[in-house]
């Protein structure tokens, strides 16, 4: 075996293990899967898969994760707003998941708000 087969047989191996150990963080959080979140006043969110696991001195494991989101203000009587994408994504450190986490039963309450002020608007254009 000459030095070019050495090198890229340690480059394979090292390719593997980075991959392994990716993998390994996620699967770490995994249990995070369906949990929900209320980050900013009018959002919520949940958790639907895991993506990336990043570390910084600063807060430690940051998890880049795909949600269904929900934007819902309620404020105003004409001007409300609302949205809900299936296909989104977020990110958040571990150590400020459990400030923001909601139960699934509040997640789906704000759900059929929103769905029902979408209804309502629907149903309001269309008459």
Do not use: M, P, W
């Given at each position: 075996m000459d030095n070019n087969d050495k090198i890229?047989?340690?480059?394979?191996?090292?390719k593997r293990l980075s991959e392994e150990q990716k993998q390994?963080?996620?699967?770490?959080y995994s249990y995070l899967i369906g949990?929900?979140?209320?980050?900013?006043?009018?959002s919520w969110e949940?958790?639907?898969?895991?993506?990336?696991v990043d570390y910084d001195e600063y807060g430690g494991d940051e998890i880049t994760f795909?949600?269904?989101?929900?934007?819902?203000?309620?404020?105003?009587?004409y001007n409300r707003k609302c949205g809900i994408s299936i296909d989104n994504y977020g990110n958040i450190y571990v150590k400020?998941?459990?400030e923001k986490e909601i139960t699934s039963e509040?997640?789906?309450?704000?759900?059929?708000?929103?769905?029902?002020?979408?209804?309502?608007?629907?149903?309001?254009?269309?008459?």
């Open positions: 890229t047989e340690l480059q394979n191996e090292i390994s963080q996620i699967d770490k949990k929900c979140l209320h980050r900013a006043v009018i949940k958790i639907t898969a895991i993506h990336r795909d949600c269904i989101s929900i934007y819902y203000d309620e404020h105003g009587e400020d998941i459990e509040k997640f789906c309450s704000i759900f059929e708000a929103t769905t029902n002020f979408i209804r309502t608007k629907i149903n309001f254009k269309t008459e």
